[in-house]
T-cell receptor
Framework: EAGVAQSPRYKIIEKRQSVAFWCNPISGHATLYWYQQILGQGPKLLIQFQNNGVVDDSQLPKDRFSAERLKGVDSTLKIQPAKLEDSAVYLC?????????????FGSGTQLSVL | GESVGLHLPTLSVQEGDNSIINCAYSNSASDYFIWYKQESGKGPQFIIDIRSNMDKRQGQRVTVLLNKTVKHLSLQIAATQPGDSAVYFCAENLGGGNKLTFGTGTQLKVEL
């Protein structure tokens, strides 16, 4: 079974530039999550989708971050404009459903460096 | 070897010894807890989970203990191997919908 695919693997940009990350979840998984993991910390949920609808985006900095999952499969996360504090690994995860105790499967992440 | 909450983020153990990684969670209403393993350059990988109506659950070489009275979770790894070297995170579900909150993590180093 193919896992969660993410690209690019690494990205280096200057502050105030824009950047986009792509995620392809495990086939058949209805729920997709974007997490931000700052060095030395645990992942923090940014946004959660159920199919193409947003379940929770309460921790997404909406002035600069946006995410979409238009067809309920792939998803993109965008930052515009980027700040130095956005340097982190952006992890995508998926699960079969949204209910409690559904296992989350994570991709390897995109490591973003903002200079 | 044994870690104590967030004050000892690195745990070093000898190969073959048992490891105990501790975690203090924040919300007494949390009903589901998970341990994840994260190797360098990879995403977190599910190890074992436990629901709040249980106090112990065993897997292959791993055991999770839950003490709701003091909001404490531990992960025990038996006969620790070099491949167990990684950062271990506990996560809690604060209220359904599979919305997980992760702890800071503990680095486990296995010495040969």
């Amino acid at each position: 079974e193919a896992g969660v695919a993410q690209s690019p693997r690494y990205k280096i940009i200057e502050k105030r530039q824009s950047v986009a990350f792509w995620c392809n979840p495990i086939s058949g998984h209805a729920t997709l999550y974007w997490y931000q993991q700052i060095l030395g910390q645990g992942p923090k949920l940014l946004i959660q989708f159920q199919n193409n609808g947003v379940v929770d985006d309460s921790q997404l900095p909406k002035d600069r971050f946006s995410a979409e999952r238009l067809k309920g499969v792939d998803s993109t996360l965008k930052i515009q404009p980027a700040k130095l504090e956005d340097s982190a690994v952006y992890l995508c995860a998926s699960s079969l459903e949204t209910r409690t105790n559904e296992k989350l499967f994570f991709g390897s992440g995109t490591q973003l460096s903002v200079l | 070897g044994e870690s104590v909450g967030l004050h000892l983020p690195t745990l070093s153990v000898q190969e073959g010894d048992n490891s105990i990684i501790n975690c203090a969670y924040s919300n007494s209403a949390s009903d589901y807890f998970i341990w994840y393993k994260q190797e360098s350059g990879k995403g977190p990988q599910f190890i074992i989970d436990i629901r709040s109506n249980m106090d112990k659950r065993q897997g292959q070489r791993v055991t999770v203990l839950l003490n709701k009275t003091v909001k404490h979770l531990s992960l025990q790894i038996a006969a620790t191997q070099p491949g167990d070297s990684a950062v271990y995170f506990c996560a809690e579900n604060l209220g359904g919908g599979n919305k997980l909150t992760f702890g800071t993590g503990t680095q486990l180093k296995v010495e040969l």
